[in-house]
């Protein structure tokens, strides 16, 4: 750990001096000097935490390939985890597992709107009284959270609510903040309304904020946590007008699973999918250039981020996390764009660290999940992480020089029902919160998925080790793909496994879909049942190629 450099703010120095000068009216100049000598000052040298999360980030889509302050002052500078996934592809259950290092099935943060979800659910189960912010901020850390909090956020409570542990607050709290213009945003509890100019850009408007905050608190000496979320580039994927045109030209990307030719072997709500028609393989590409226009914002928010560290003495003795709350898709297997399915486009994401020791330019094939960010930052700060959290620390995959300890042999993800609630209603039911005046522009918007479903895809849990990938659903339905032999998931082999296999995969994820904190260390330890072929293929693989 890299101790930072600091200086006691002016006002305080001033007082020191004043006061060692009136001593010295009535005490010998050596007496004066010594004290002067004597004075020191409490230094916090541990590292600040700086956590970057976008909202519906791709990385199966190669949207981080058009990020170039990224991948030069992130991925060159640090580690990248090419196996990191969500618990749950779902904003708000997604934000809620990062907060509390749980799974879903632990916090009971399930969906994006009450009754199950939402910001709502989260306060009804006072799990606001726990998270890594007040653990950050009970251990002497300034904290500030800048842009998206939780779905929902602010009703019901007052539009100018801050929940506990934050020290700074800059979270939209009405009108129309996912279109990036036209949003009031809750700063420290004053509400602020911002129009459609170009300098109200709320992506810009949080990349100025964080920035101020970085330059004020280097002076106190204390050590901070910034958590930064961006609505980019979630949906209506607007860019900043200096990006608008873009990439023009550029069609979303079109791996063997983009409009599957063959899904009877998907479940039967992937198997009623007609391919996709010109019309919306045309809406698909104009949707993925918009995200990559706004994405760029975000790219420069990065780029400022690190100067403003690197200009206030801070670079050296920060940890800059970046990752998304969920992956997307776009076209796969005959699928409009939208995320929580359990196949790769979803539930994975891009997670790239850098910081004091970190080794710059690794690729780590750890399977890591966002549970693992809350311990992490304890571990960083010098904390214990309360019983409850099902994750594991990543600082001994962050050290350089340091042997890599035994871990996870595969990652959970789960999927919850949408309480009945109908596509068109499926975020908030009818009538909570919409009526609000302003109240209902902060509800998040309908992805195409949502708004061509006939009916909510069916809950599931799963588990993805290193080399396959199982999917247990609540219809009773299965899948199983070898992700050595088949990475884009066209052939389920759940039909004609071994059933001795699909015995021991379903003992497995029964275990692991009801762990709980340190249980949950013990069940993705587990020995991995052997997929025929699956393992053999994978040590034979080249380690950068696995």
């Known amino acids: 750990m890299h101790p930072r450099m600091i200086s006691l703010p002016l006002t305080t120095l ?33 590292p600040n935490i700086v956590l970057i999360l976008a909202d519906d980030l791709d990385i199966q889509l190669g949207s981080l390939e058009v990020m170039p302050n990224l991948k030069a002052l992130l991925a060159a500078q640090g580690a990248s985890f090419d196996q990191a996934f969500v618990p749950i592809s779902l904003c708000c259950p997604s934000r809620a597992s990062l907060l509390r290092g749980q799974y879903p099935h632990n916090h ?121 979320a961006t609505y980019a580039p979630h949906l209506p994927y607007t860019p900043a007008p200096r990006h608008v045109g873009l990439f023009a030209g ?9 409009n599957e030719a063959d899904v009877s072997d998907k479940p039967a709500a992937v198997q009623g999918k007609p391919l996709l028609n010109p019309v919306a393989i045309s809406s698909i590409d104009t949707s993925y250039r918009l995200r990559l226009q706004s994405l760029q914002a975000v790219d420069e928010l990065i780029a400022g981020l ?11 003795s920060t940890y800059i996390f970046f990752t998304s709350d969920n992956g997307y898709h776009m076209g ?42 809350a311990p992490t930052f304890a571990e ?12 594991r620390s990543l600082v001994p995959l962050l050290q350089a020089g340091q042997s890599a300890p035994a871990w996870r042999q595969a990652v959970l993800f789960e999927q919850y029902p ?24 902060v509800l998040e918007p309908l992805d195409p998925q949502d708004v061509l479903a006939a009916a909510p895809q069916a809950a599931y849990q799963g588990l993805r080790t290193a080399t396959y990938k199982y999917v247990e659903y609540s219809t009773g339905e299965r899948e199983l793909y070898d992700l050595v032999a088949d990475p884009y998931e066209l052939q389920n082999l759940a039909a004609g496994a071994d059933p001795a296999l699909l015995a021991a995969l379903k003992g497995w994820l029964n275990t692991y879909s009801s762990c709980a904190g340190a249980g949950c260390r013990s069940a993705d330890a587990l020995t991995p049942p052997i997929l025929p072929g699956s393992l053999s293929r994978y040590i034979a693989l080249p380690l950068l190629e696995r």
Do not use: C, M
Not at 16 to 35: D, E, F, M, R, W
Not at 250 to 258: D, E, G, K, T, Y
């Open 14 to 46: 001033l007082l020191v001096i004043l006061t060692l000068i009136g001593a010295q009216a009535s005490v010998p100049a050596s007496t004066a000097t010594q004290a002067l000598a004597s004075v020191s000052v409490a230094v916090d040298t541990r």
């Open 108 to 228: 009971g943060v399930y969906t994006n709107g009450p009754p199950t979800g939402g910001f709502q659910r989260f306060q009804e189960l006072n799990l606001e009284d726990q998270t890594l912010a007040t653990a950050l901020q009970g251990a002497g850390y300034r904290t500030a959270l800048l842009g998206k909090y939780l779905n929902g956020y602010p009703d019901p409570a007052a539009q100018s609510f801050i929940p506990p542990g934050w020290s700074e607050w800059y979270s939209p709290s009405s009108d129309n903040a996912y279109s990036e213009y036209n949003y009031s945003l809750n700063e420290n509890g004053t509400l602020v309304a911002y129009g459609d100019a170009p300098a109200d850009y709320l992506t810009d408007v949080l990349a100025a904020k964080a920035n101020s905050f970085v330059t004020r608190t280097a002076t106190t000496g204390e050590p901070f946590f910034i958590e930064l």
């Open 250 to 258: 550029v069609q979303a990307p079109r791996p063997p699973s983009f």
């Open 306 to 316: 690190v100067q403003t560290l690197a200009a206030s003495g801070e670079l050296d």
């Open 332 to 373: 796969a297997h005959r699928l409009s764009s939208g995320k929580y399915t359990p196949y790769e486009e979803d539930i994975r994401v891009p997670l790239l660290v850098r910081g004091p020791g970190v080794s710059a330019g690794v690729v780590r094939r750890e399977l890591v999940s966002n549970i693992d960010l």
């Open 380 to 391: 960083i700060a010098g904390l214990t992480p309360p019983a409850q959290v099902d994750g």
């Open 418 to 441: 949408f309480a009945g609630q109908q596509p068109s209603s499926r975020r908030y039911p009818a009538g909570i919160g919409a009526a609000r005046i302003g109240y209902a522009g």
